[in-house]
């Protein structure tokens, strides 16, 4: 197993060396610091040392409810309003001061939860500051990652963020695990440990943020052309009058060129860009792509994976396990180890649509049996489980753990890849900020309804969410295209038409191995015909 490498152009061997490896690693590891909230703050704020030094073992099974709630769904909150801020700042400051912004914001917020006592609103203040350095990171990474990474290597590097994540995920997990088999659960050390393990990432990634090249193309946009060039011989490891670095500063000014061409006579900067985009909606189909992501989004967080992944411990309870940090780590493990293996060897392989059709579809039929499981054994009201019931927990194990290794070949990642695969390039920065915000706002009324939803509905709550599966599952099957294959520039053609963009449209326009359009009078969203370009055309500027 290795990464599939296709050069859209010659490309030298020097251009793949060991420092753009090394600046992707360090920008996407900006993606620890919330993979490793989403598995560490379940459990930790259950803790009896946490519930007491808050007073939280003094409220009502309502107020407890509440309380669960809004301390996950504060950090959703602000990572949405992160999100919202990001695509300013990194367009007014740059890509590395926006992310050093982040991780300061980040680390901040990690400081007050570790150092709060008994004032429950330290705990508030520093999620909802972890939330804005976060949503600012998932805002920038990918766009920063995208611009810095060689076009064939770019599906690695921006693979990388992915990756990341799930090994925050796994740390979480296990610190937890080590904190119960290791310290007195009533203890402040039950939950100061956790909150202070944060640190960690945040300082980590907060370093490496200083050693941080900026953009070329940025630094380009800026009128700042001599620095870009040096950042780029130092990325490739190429001189400036090299070929290949001439080749990509033509690629960069092109698409600077078609950024000025959205604002028109909007004016210029950011101002003039964002109006220039607006006037872009115009287009239905354009109208339709970011509809397309608003949904890809509120599916992929309402079809249980989030809640489970926040709520774990909760669940493990129900279904009556014991050793809850145990069982959250190994599940981390399934969801780390099939996210590894698609989105490195898989994803380029089977394309996007097929395993998101296939994952939905498992996934609910994991949730159906949860559900019924919960229904009909009754494990998490019982102190003694009858040896059926027991039977039925360990199949309710093995089927998290089937629900962990297929989501991470389907809604774990894959909204992402087509969100930012499916907009032309001159919308693409914008789209992406979209993207995060759509995320982070499903994100936040998942994790606040989820609480609720499962202290009135109980079993039925893992029914809901298979039905949202059974929705994804169509929902992809009419509406989403596999973008395997088929470049950026020509998704305009792909989504035109009275058919939109579904399967049925794809196969028209495109041959089935995914190659560019083969009728090319069809209208581009500037009403710029297709007429008079060849597909060496849509290969030569692929990479812009």
């Known amino acids: 197993m290795g990464f599939k490498v296709i050069e859209d152009r010659p490309t030298p061997s020097a251009v793949y060396n060991w420092r753009v490896y090394l600046m992707g690693c360090c920008i996407a590891f900006g993606a620890l610091t919330f993979g490793y909230d989403a598995a560490f703050i379940g459990t930790t704020i259950t803790r009896p040392g946490f519930t007491a030094a808050f007073g939280i073992d003094k409220m009502t099974a309502s107020e407890k409810t509440d309380n669960s709630a809004n301390l996950t769904s504060s950090f959703t909150a602000a990572c949405f309003f992160g ?3 990001a695509w300013p700042m990194m367009e007014a400051w740059g890509r590395r001061p926006a992310l050093q912004v982040s991780a ?3 680390n901040i917020g990690a400081i007050v939860m570790t150092a709060a006592s008994h004032q429950l609103s330290m705990i ?11 949503g600012i990171i998932t ?14 290597i770019r599906g690695v590097l921006t693979g990388l963020f992915e990756i990341a994540y799930q090994i925050g995920n796994l740390v979480g997990f296990w610190i937890n695990y080590g904190v119960t088999h290791t310290i007195d659960l009533q203890s402040s050390k039950s939950y100061r440990i956790p909150l202070a393990v944060q640190l960690i990432p945040g300082g980590l990634f907060a370093i490496g943020c200083v050693f941080f090249k900026e953009s070329p193309m940025l630094l380009i946009k800026r009128g700042r052309e001599e620095e870009a060039i040096r950042n780029l011989e130092w990325l490739r490891m190429l001189p400036g009058d090299h070929q290949y670095i001439q080749e990509e500063l033509t690629m960069i000014h092109a698409r600077i060129e078609e950024e000025n061409k959205v604002a028109g006579g909007e004016g210029k900067g950011i101002k003039g860009y964002f109006m220039g985009c607006l006037r872009e909606m115009k287009f239905s189909s354009i109208r339709h792509r970011f509809v397309l992501v608003m949904g890809m989004m509120f599916l992929q967080n ?23 940090t145990l069982w959250t780590g190994i599940y981390g493990l399934f969801k780390a180890g099939g996210s590894i293996v698609f989105f490195i060897w898989g994803i380029d392989r089977f394309g996007r649509r097929k395993p998101w059709m296939l994952s939905a579809g498992l996934c609910g039929l994991c949730l159906i049996y949860l559900g019924t499981y919960i229904k009909v054994g009754h494990p998490g009201t019982s102190t003694i489980l009858s040896e059926s019931t027991k039977k039925g927990g360990n199949a309710a194990t093995a089927f998290i753990m089937i629900f962990g290794l297929v989501w991470s070949f389907g809604g774990n990642g894959l909204p992402w890849v087509v969100s930012a695969e499916i907009f032309p390039v001159r919308l693409r920065s914008l789209a992406g900020a979209w993207a995060g915000c759509c995320q982070w706002l499903s994100s936040f009324a998942a994790t606040q309804a989820f609480p609720k939803m499962l202290l009135r509905m109980n ?5 809901f969410f298979a039905g949202v599966c059974a929705a994804t599952v169509l929902f992809t099957f009419i509406w989403i295209p596999d973008t395997k294959g088929i470049p950026i520039e020509a998704m305009d053609a792909l989504f035109s038409g009275p058919s939109k963009h579904s399967q049925w449209r ?16 069809l209208p581009t969203q500037s009403g710029t015909p297709h007429e008079g370009k060849s597909k060496d055309d849509y290969f030569e500027h692929a990479a812009v």
């Open 124 to 134: 508030y203040a520093g999620r909802v500051l972890t939330g804005l350095g976060v």
């Open 302 to 324: 309402f079809s249980g994976a989030i809640t489970i992944n926040y709520y774990s411990p909760s669940i493990f309870k129900a279904i009556g396990l014991t050793d809850v």
């Open 139 to 152: 805002a920038v990474v990918p766009s920063f990652l995208a611009e810095l990474s060689p076009p064939p």
């Open 459 to 463: 079993w039925g709550v893992f029914i």
């Open 104 to 106: 300061a914001i980040f």
């Open 506 to 521: 794809q196969k028209k326009v495109y041959p089935p191995d995914g190659i560019p359009p083969l009728d090319f009078n």
């Open 83 to 85: 999100a919202v801020f």
